[in-house]
């Protein structure tokens, strides 16, 4: 049904919550490979739709059958100005329903909050976007600068079938794109009554998955043998698995922790942040990794037979290094791993780090403001990965911000890739509040 009366029409707050619930009812499962990740394709037409309804022409993209993208352009009133990316993935990780307190792909609403696979990654900053495009094509506002918005497949596979495909394969669809907003950012850590820090990325490790290779001579697993390639490959592991590479502080850390010493009226010794970082509950895991490069062993291969010494071992180890910090942490590895141990690369995406300030983080700290008078944002690094690789290829400047306001006990990191991943229905009203405003003033 449908109104001609303005009033009647739903708002951007109105819409959110059904939006997103409508999103969590698609099972985009990215398992990782092609014949069994589902979904994308349902979603990016769904998104579609709601686009075309208002008037809003998408553009879809298929990197393989099914791993669907969109993108869509809202003209700005200055076109001269550099457009403004707003992107979000729409895969999800698989949930085992069995261990859930819902059904992962039901959009359940209770206790307040909205349940469901996706809710906080990111489907919840999909509704958003979609919720304010949808409001101001109903009522006619139009945004300073052209907003381009990015609807990706795999992201959560590392985005090769999405936002890098985007990237490398149609690159005129993000055309004068200068800046852009994603995950992870934007979402707050109480630190009383009156004081929420909201945390916008500026900053994402690198990933390094690497193999290691141990060569030795093969031979009957009955004899003496001092060669064996299991047995250097289980020590370079080991080596690897309990090495605790250097604190090293980069600008964005620094600001991050500068401000939060300030809030939080914690002493901060800089060559010491892991005191500082100790003390900030919820968010110490976000933050944990971010000082160091660091390098997890996750995979071993070796082997044919029981009785049998093969001639050689693997082993991945999932590295993330600090921004600038790639080749030097390579070296430190080197050492630690020893020189017998060949290592290559499997897949390798560089940091990203932009700085705190500018006209876009003015404008992100001014929303907050105006939404929750004790917002104060703060910069931060992401020790994992999102989209924003792949869009830092084209030289946009990238920013984590998908705005939520959290109650103070809710242990938000946890929620990504958890079990009962639910967001609160007020954050996400809020969020939507925050985006509309941000955006316009963008
Ligand atoms: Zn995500």
């Not at 686009?51 to 393989?64: H, I, K, N, P, T």
């Not at 009785?307 to 693997?314: F, K, Q």
Request: aromatic share 6%; proline share 6%; hydrophobic share 40%.
């Amino acid at each position: 049904m449908s109104s001609h009366s303005a009033s009647a029409q739903p708002s951007a707050v109105d819409e959110v919550v059904e939006l997103c619930r409508d999103l969590l009812r698609i099972d985009t499962s990215n398992t990782g490979d092609n014949a069994t990740t589902v979904g994308e394709r349902v979603a990016a037409e769904y998104v579609a739709e709601k686009l075309a309804e208002v008037g809003v022409e998408a553009q879809l993209r298929e990197s393989a059958p099914g791993r669907t993208s969109l993108v869509a352009r809202i003209p700005g009133t200055d076109p001269t100005r550099g457009a403004l990316l707003v992107h979000g993935h729409l895969d999800v990780v698989p949930a085992d329903a069995a261990e859930w307190s819902v059904h992962p792909f039901s959009g359940e609403v209770a206790d307040g909050y909205l349940w469901g696979r996706g809710a906080i990654d990111m489907k919840d900053f999909d509704a958003m976007a979609l919720a304010v495009v949808r409001d101001w094509q109903r009522t006619g506002v139009r945004p300073p600068r052209d907003i381009v918005l990015a609807f990706t497949a795999d992201e959560e596979a590392g985005g090769e079938y999405g936002a890098h495909f985007l990237v490398d394969r149609h690159p005129e669809l993000l055309e004068g794109c200068t800046e852009a907003i994603g995950e992870v950012g934007g979402f707050s850590y109480t630190v009383n009554d009156d004081l929420r820090l909201y945390l916008i990325e500026t900053a994402e490790k690198g990933l390094e998955w690497l193999r290691l290779h141990a060569r030795g001579r093969p031979g009957h697993g009955s004899m003496v043998h001092d060669d064996n390639a299991v047995t250097a490959l289980a020590e370079a592991v080991a080596r690897v698995g309990r090495h605790r590479f250097p604190v090293v502080v980069t600008p964005t850390v620094r600001a991050f922790l500068e401000q939060v010493s300030e809030a939080l009226g914690i002493e901060l010794d800089p060559e010491d942040p892991e005191l500082a970082i100790a003390k900030l509950g919820p968010i110490a895991n976000l933050i944990g990794a971010t000082i160091r490069n660091t390098a997890n062993p996750t995979r071993l291969a070796a082997g044919y037979k029981d009785n049998v010494i093969p001639g050689r071992a693997s082993a991945t180890i999932d590295c993330r290094s600090l921004p600038g910090q790639s080749d030097i942490f390579l070296e430190q590895l080197r050492e630690v791993v020893g020189p017998d141990i060949e290592i290559e690369y499997v897949h390798r995406q560089p940091a990203v780090e932009t700085s705190f300030d500018g006209d876009l983080v003015d404008a992100m700290a001014a929303a907050l403001r105006a939404e929750d008078p004790g917002a104060r944002a703060v910069p931060y690094m992401l020790s994992g990965g999102t989209d924003a690789k792949a869009f830092q290829k084209l030289g946009i400047r990238c920013f984590g911000f998908a705005p939520l306001r959290l109650p103070a006990d809710l242990n938000f990191s946890a929620l990504f890739h958890g079990i009962d991943e639910r967001v609160p229905v007020e954050g996400l009203q809020f969020g939507v509040r925050v985006l509309d405003r941000f955006l316009r003033q963008s």
